[in-house]
Nanobody, 115 residues
Framework: QGQLVESGGGLVQAGGSLRLSCASSGSIFGINAMGWYRQAPGKQRELVANIESGGKTSYADSVKGRFAISRDSAKNTVYLQMNSLKPEDTAVYYC?????????WGQGTQVTVSS
């Protein structure tokens, strides 16, 4: 059974930085894309950033220029570098891996940005 393990969340002051990591287990094959989503209290889960197997990236407008997604294909690990964090970035961040057969989700990691 494939699994995703996230790490790197925490509490940071506004303007600070955090780096999230998401490692896929070796039993996940045929990855088409990996991405990060977030869900704030009372809000729907939203896409933050995505990276396709060919390297193409996409971002939510709210994080463009501040966040950067990258991937280590050899390790099946995806990263999210978050800079210039704002209080409105506070949410649970989830990693998602998309394959030809199904999607895998991580357990989520809390990011809290204080003003």
């Amino acid at each position: 059974q494939g699994q995703l393990v996230e790490s790197g969340g925490g509490l940071v002051q506004a303007g600070g930085s955090l780096r999230l990591s998401c490692a896929s287990s070796g039993s996940i094959f045929g990855i088409n894309a990996m991405g990060w989503y977030r869900q704030a209290p009372g809000k729907q889960r939203e896409l933050v950033a995505n990276i396709e197997s060919g390297g193409k990236t996409s971002y939510a407008d709210s994080v463009k220029g501040r966040f950067a997604i990258s991937r280590d294909s050899a390790k099946n690990t995806v990263y999210l570098q978050m800079n210039s964090l704002k209080p409105e970035d506070t949410a649970v961040y989830y990693c998602k891996t998309q394959t030809a057969w199904r999607d895998y989700w991580g357990q989520g990691t809390q990011v809290t940005v204080s003003s």
